[in-house]
Every structure is written in C-alpha cells, then in structure tokens.
C-alpha cells in the first residue's frame, strides 16, 4: 500500500510538472495566422539567435506567427526529427539553416508534398530540397576577400590554417573552396594552407583544435576561420597564449562577441553581414512564398520591407536571394557594432 | 489444494499484476498521450500518431538485445559506434560500385562482427568488464568510421533505399511494422524460451548457473552479436531518413538507448526486468519528445523532462525492491515443497 501511495505522489509530481511545461506555451491554432517555422543548425549560437530573431521580426510585422527551433547539437538526424514535428504541425513554410547539405532532402521533400513552402537560408540544402535559398553573400566574394585580408595581414608569406564549422557544413565548405582558388593566385604562391581543421562549431572543439593547431605547426603565421564560434574560440586562445602580434586570426565574426579581440589585436580586423538581416530577408521570402506573391523562379521580385526590393537569381544549384557585400570590422567601427548585434 | 507451480512461481493475483512496474510505464504513456493532446491540436490524430513513429524508433531495435544485455548484468555502449561504422561502410561499398543489396548485407554483418567482438573479448577476459571492454570498441568503431570517410559525408542511394525510413505499409509506416515483428519475436525469445530461461538466469547468479550446465559464453556471444545486428539495422533506418551518412551520427544513441532499458524496468543489478517494459519506455520517450516538439519546447527541456523520468524511474524500481525486502524479514519465505 506504501508502496502504491509513494508511486501515486511521483505520479502527480510528473504530471504537475509536465502540465507547468505545457501551461508555459502560448495557446495556438485556430487564430488563423500563418506560422511560419524557422530551425536554425545548434542552440547556444549567438549568430543563430540573431538570424532567428531577424526572422521572428519579419514574420511578426508581417502579422504571422514564428516558430524557432533549432536541436541542441549540430546534427541531421535532429533536424529530420524538427522537420517532421513541424510537418504535424501544419506550419506553412520552412525555413532551414542546413547542417548537412544532402540529409534534409527525404524530410524537406516530405513537407513539399504535403504543401508546405520550403527555403532555406545561410548554409544551404540542396537544389531539389528546396524553393529558394537565402545567400548572405555571395560565396566567391567571402572566400576571396578573406584571403586577402590574411594575405595582407601576414604580408603574404607563411603557413595558414582553417577553422572551419563541421565538415559537412555547406556554406563553409563552398567559402573554403573559394579560398583554396584565390590561394592558387601567384600573388599567394609563399602562403601555404596546411590544414583544415573542424570545430564543429562548439567552443570546446573549436578551442582544443585551436590548440592542436598551434601544437602541429610552430610556425603558424594565422588562422581563418569563417564561422563566429571558430573565431571566438581561436581569438580567445591566442590571447590566452600570449600569442598577439605572433599569430594572427581572421575570419567571419560577431561584432560584439569579437570586440574584445578587434581592440587587443588578436583580429585586426574582420567580416559579416548581419544576421539579423538575413533572417529578415529570409521571414520576408517565407511570407511571399506561402502568399503566392513569388514561387521560387529565378525573375521572381518581392519587397523585404526596410531591406527594399529583391530580385530571385539562378544559382549554382537553385535559385538563391543574395543578401549583399560581406561587411569589414575593424577597430574603426567595431565600438558602434558592438553594441547592435 | 496447492497453488504454487514446480518452479516456485508464486500465486497469481489481480492486484500483484496491477502493481507491476509495467502498468506504471503504461500509466506514464497514457498520461503522456492525453497531455500532448490538450497541449497541441495537431497531435491526436492517426497520422500523426504513426508518423511520430518514425522519429524515434530507428534506435528501438538496440532496445531489444540490450534489455538481454543488462538482464545478464553486463551493458554495451558501443552500440552507437556500431550505428556509425556499419553505416559507413554501406555508404562507402555502395559508393565503390556495390550493388545497394550487397552494400545492405555488408552493413548488416559489419554490425554482426562489431557486436560479435564485443562478446568474444567479454567472454575471453572475464576479468575486463564490459563497460571498459565496450568503451575501448566504441572509441574504435567510431575512430574506423571516421578514418574510413575522413570527416566526409557520403550518400547518393537509390531513391528506392529512402523506403526503409519514409515508407508506408498501408498507412502505417514500415518501420513500424517491422519494430512490431521484431518486438513480438524478441518478447517471446526472452520470456518463452529455454535461452530467455537462461538469460535471467545468469543475470541472479552467474557462476551457479554455469556450474548447472548454462552456456553461458554462448549467449552472451549471441546476444552481444544479436546488440550489434540491430545496431546494424538502426544505421539502415537512419541512412535511409538523411539520404546520406557521416562518421559522427548516432552519437549518443548509447545512452539513449540504455535510459530507455533502465526506464522500461531493467535493474541493472541483473536477473530482473521485462521485455514489455523497455518497448513501453521507448513509446514514451518518443512520444514526450514529440509531444513537446509539437509546442515546439526548446531542445534542452527535452533532457530535463527525460532526465527526470529516469530519476523516477530508478527510483521507484529500487524502492519496490526495498519493500520486498522488509517483507521477507516479517515472513520468512517458505521453501517449496517439491
């Protein structure tokens, strides 16, 4: 009888706290706004919460609803798994951040068949997962100019490195791509790239494969890295080390999370868009998708509210929205970045 | 009249099978369902239902051998490892100019063979456990998987391969059907044979049960193998969901896996647990991960909700064994008369 009491308490304690879980949510369904869903690659990645909460304003000045989610480790099969769940959801579009380039293409053609528009944004799904894709730049301009701005920074001699995200993240591959062409520039021939290593885009990896690097090849002159978490982490050890002025780190990189770098030196400088405008742009392409306004065509315009007007071109593999230039942070302007995103 | 069997099971009542660990799990489950459908709209409905399915039950085959495993009192934590490797290698084969078939097969004894070393070296060292013996084979299925596709990803099946994870029998998904064949074949191995005889009886007491003619090396090879085969068939059913394989998928499904063994009733004190309770434990993991999905809970109150579920769940397993305990100290068990 204890025993069925003791069990009877766990029982209710469960149910109240899952009931508190539940009561949290805002009611939803039936009030007849558009939901449109946004899953962003990992939690706990600053650059991803501003891409979403781009997104999220678009959608809510559009009178929409935004759900964001995003699985707390970089990983497809979670993504799949948020897919379908937005699937049973019956939300009206999809707007991904990929972490795989081919493995959302089973779950993404899924929610076509069922209706739903499909985008992605940032890193990229493949050409027949999807109706457009939001580029924040275009990839040849972001992997040339970091090139050339290590090039300048090292004076165009020495052994480089890259930091890059996971290995099968599609937007860094395709910037590092583009890098390894602009290295095949005779102006570059005394630079040598020697690895490119992963840091999955966690600061313990990023920071420990960091450290191998600098283990591996004394004489390491910079490192790049085109993703915010690579950044921060290598910023961070070479600061910690002492190695200012020795080992220089360049890169894609969050104003207010690299502003502490800029000014010590570590970075002298860096590049990004706005995240906060490609969410934007991407809640705004969302919106005329499941009005109808556009269908994904290459010739498609639609307007991205304070963005202004876009224009859908045809891409290496699909169509695409390019956002705009990457934008330079030094320590000019990094005090008044700083402070916006 | 005498009420007790030859083989001193005792009396069965009402109320001692209502007060099963089990009924609880269902109680749980019940519970679940009825929360996720006041919480979402979207939930309550057949489709959705089956769907959701889907979503978790490509780990679920591990669940079987491994309930086995921890009844026996060893574990396997290399099972995700397994997931990995075997799927490399399918994609690989394939990739090499295999026929998808012949690639499938590789993927399937790929498995076998890791599963089937884990129980060779558990069974040759007897002085390793199994947690070491296992976590040395996760660590190398994992780092072959890796030095095989080097922080590559590899796909381009077939379309007709995106079967196994998307497909339908009729309106229910084929996954779920086989899970069901699978879920049948399995209880009855543990429950209704001589070899699940066997099973708990070397989980109570190892050495007494070798010493009455138990091969025990045997099953423990089977059934470690038997962890990698299934391993074998998850990394199928994931593939098949992405389309395309890397060496770090499944990571954690070890865990996973053994959280749903231990919730479904399992002690892993060994000799105790039922194959209905891990199947339970595996519908309610997945369906309180749905559930929450659909009001779309941020990922990290998914662990915590899990997290404590186990708690519970250990919990009230080792409390009821507690109670029984004080029992036999007022009433001394009678021997059995034959």
Redesign the interface.
């Known amino acids: 009888m ?3 009491v ?2 009877g308490l ?2 209710s304690l ?2 109240v ?3 508190a ?2 009561s949290n ?1 805002p009611a ?3 009030d007849g706004k558009a939901k449109h869903a946004v899953v962003f690659k990992n ?1 706990g990645n600053p650059y991803g919460e501003k891409e979403m909460e781009g997104f999220k304003n678009a959608i809510e000045d559009l009178g929409g609803e935004a ?7 970089p ?4 993504q ?3 897919i ?2 937005l ?4 939300v009206d579009s999809i707007a991904v951040v990929a972490n ?8 993404l053609k ?1 929610a076509m068949n069922k209706g739903i528009k499909v985008l992605s944004l940032d890193s990229a799904v493949n050409g027949d997962s999807r109706m457009v894709h939001v580029n924040q730049a275009d990839p040849e301009a972001i992997g040339r100019t970091q090139i050339e701005a290590v090039s300048e920074m090292i004076d165009g001699k020495g052994q480089i490195a890259i930091l890059s995200a ?3 993240a599609s937007n860094q591959n395709l910037w590092i791509e583009w890098m390894k062409k602009e290295l095949e520039k005779p102006e570059y021939k005394d630079i040598e790239l020697v690895k490119v290593a ?1 840091g999955d885009d966690l600061r313990d990896k990023s920071v420990s494969e960091t450290e191998a690097l600098l283990q591996s090849y004394p004489d390491l002159k910079a490192i790049v890295a085109p993703t915010t978490v690579g950044i921060a982490a290598a910023a961070k050890v070479i600061t910690d080390k002492g190695l200012i002025g020795d080992v220089v780190v360049t890169g894609l990189g969050l104003p207010s999370e690299m502003a502490a770098y800029i000014e010590n030196g570590a970075t002298p400088w860096m590049y990004l868009w706005n995240p906060l405008d490609v969410g934007y742009l991407a809640g705004h392409a969302s919106h005329s998708l499941v009005e109808g306004d556009i269908t994904g065509e290459a010739g498609d315009k639609f307007k991205a509210g304070e963005l202004g007007e876009y224009e859908i071109i045809e891409g290496e593999d699909g169509t695409e929205i390019l956002l705009g230039d990457p934008f330079r942070f030094d320590k000019e302007n990094i005090e008044e970045w700083k402070e916006i995103y | 009249m005498n009420t007790r069997t030859i083989s001193g099971e005792r009396e069965f009542t009402w109320k001692k099978f209502f007060l099963q660990w089990e009924w609880m799990l269902v109680l749980i489950l019940i519970s679940i369902f009825m929360m996720n459908s006041s919480i979402s709209p979207y939930f309550f409905n057949f489709i959705n239902i089956a769907d959701a399915t889907m979503t978790f039950l490509d780990k679920a085959f591990i669940v079987f051998p491994m309930v086995m495993i921890m009844i026996m009192r060893e574990i396997d934590i290399s099972v995700g490892s397994t997931v990995a490797l075997s799927s490399v290698v399918m994609a690989m084969l394939y990739n090499a100019g295999l026929p998808i078939g012949l690639a499938i097969a590789a993927c399937l004894l790929t498995g076998a063979l890791c599963g089937f070393l884990n129980g060779y070296l558990i069974v040759r060292y007897k002085e390793l456990s199994a947690v070491i013996v296992t976590l040395a084979t996760m660590i190398l299925y994992r780092g072959i998987a890796y030095m095989l596709l080097e922080d590559q990803s590899a796909g381009g099946f077939p379309d007709w391969f995106s079967y196994f994870g998307w497909g339908y029998v009729g309106t229910i998904p084929f996954i779920l059907v086989l899970f069901v064949a699978f879920a049948v074949i399995f209880t009855l191995i543990l429950h209704k044979t001589v070899f699940g005889r066997h099973i708990y009886a070397i989980g109570s007491n190892s050495k007494a049960s070798r010493f009455s003619g138990v091969k025990v090396d045997r099953i423990k090879l089977i059934v470690f193998t038997l962890a990698g085969l299934t391993a074998a068939i998850t990394a199928i059913f994931l593939t098949s969901r992405m389309g395309s394989t890397r060496p770090n998928v499944a990571t954690m499904y070890e865990l996973d896996v053994i959280a749903m063994v231990a919730l479904g009733g399992i002690s892993t004190a060994g000799g105790k647990g039922k194959m209905t309770g891990a199947i339970l434990a595996i519908f309610i993991v997945g369906y309180l991960q749905f559930g929450l999905g659909l009001i779309n809970i941020p990922a990290q109150m998914l662990l915590i909700v899990i997290g404590l579920l186990l708690i519970i769940s250990v919990t009230v397993t080792n409390l009821k064994f507690k109670v029984k305990k004080k029992k036999t100290v007022g009433h001394p068990q009678q021997k059995n008369v034959s």
């Open positions: 204890k025993r069925f003791n069990l766990l029982m469960l149910l706290f899952l009931a879980c539940g949510q939803e369904g039936g939690t759900i964001l989610r995003a699985p707390d480790d990983s497809v099969e979670d799949v798994k948020i379908e769940e699937i049973s959801q019956q795989d380039y081919d493995g959302l293409e089973p779950a899924k996971t290995s099968q992963y």
